[in-house]
């Protein structure tokens, strides 16, 4: 398996691609469309996942955008770029209230900003400040409007238990455990970065500082845990989806060549799982409980229904 896509619910479509194609530079990839739903799938050419915006036509009168909190399942997501005070310049004249980019501790050299329906997109220097050596920038057009092509980077999820989540998506899908920092920040918090189990960190030791730059400058995406110190004590702190919003985090996804051995090997384990066809994309997939009560669809490769 890999990882797929973000799938975010958006309210208003049309402007949502505008943005995402105009703005930074993706691509519209596919456009899936019904009575009742509406899906465009939005890629950068250098990466290999997507951003899937969901439109319920059925609630097409709400007009809402994102209210994000701090106990929301879904925190951002995160591009990659290689020259970060290229693409603040580019967005500061068309993007209010984007912070300037700025040296994170020894996190990384970071800025954030929200798309038109207050979804944030935190964007991450492939160095850090310290270490810049960056390439000529391209020139400006329709395909890159910030003077490069950034990476879908990471998928930013909370978790009360990164002990069972790390286990659920190390066992069941594939990934390990590559990245970790601690964030001695208001009352702290640890993240954990998940990739695919193929990639290799220059350094064993997932505290090592030299593997985080490395992480920045791999193509393909990770999932990030954010763990606030302490929540699983605090009874009246409960990660909340918003499933039932029109608006918000509506899951991840990740496709395989060989969907049935994936049942397989999830009945063998006596993991709960749903079986669907969906239907507006003509695909089967299955849909799978994270050990933090969100959404995972696991899909079948298109190449399997050709």
């Known amino acids: 398996m890999r990882l797929k896509a973000l799938q975010l619910k958006t309210q208003d ?22 009575d009742k739903a509406l899906i465009n799938i939005l890629q950068f050419s250098k990466s290999n996942t997507q951003l899937e915006l969901h439109f319920d036509k059925r609630q097409q009168h ?23 005070q290229q693409v603040y310049s580019t967005l500061s ?14 996190i990384g050299y970071l800025m954030h900003t929200k798309d038109i329906e207050n979804y944030q997109i935190e964007f991450i220097q ?22 490069e092509l950034p990476v879908m980077g990471l998928i930013s999820l909370r978790t009360k238990d990164p002990v069972k989540s790390i286990h659920f998506y190390e066992t069941f899908f594939g990934m390990k455990l590559l990245v970790r920092m ?12 998940l990739g695919d189990n193929g990639l290799i960190a220059p350094n064993p030791n997932i505290d090592a500082i030299e593997n985080r730059e490395w992480m ?21 702190f409960e990660l909340q989806t918003k499933e039932e919003e029109p608006i918000g985090f509506k899951g991840v996804k990740f496709e395989t060549k060989d969907l049935e051995k994936v049942k397989s090997d999830f009945l063998e384990k006596n993991i709960s799982f749903r079986s669907n066809v969906n239907v507006i994309q003509s695909r089967n997939e299955i849909q799978i409980m994270s050990p933090d009560k969100y959404v995972i669809i696991i899909q079948e490769n298109e190449s399997e229904n050709n």
């Open 126 to 147: 492939k160095t850090f400040k310290q270490s810049i050596s960056l390439p000529l920038p391209l020139k400006a057009n329709k395909t890159f409007p910030l003077y």
């Open 93 to 106: 004249n068309q993007i209010e209230g984007i912070n300037e980019p700025f040296q994170f501790g020894n």
């Open 62 to 84: 709400y007009k809402s955008k994102y209210q994000q909190e701090s106990n929301d399942i879904y925190w951002k997501y995160s591009l990659f770029v290689d020259n970060i």
């Open 182 to 193: 601690y964030v001695d920040r208001s009352n702290g918090f640890t993240l954990y970065f």
């Open 216 to 236: 920045y400058q791999q193509n393909s995406a990770f999932i990030e845990l954010q763990y606030y110190w302490s929540s699983e004590h605090q009874e009246e």
């Open 13 to 34: 479509p049309e402007n949502a691609v505008d943005f995402y194609l105009n703005i930074l530079g993706m691509q519209l990839v596919q456009t899936y469309q019904s």
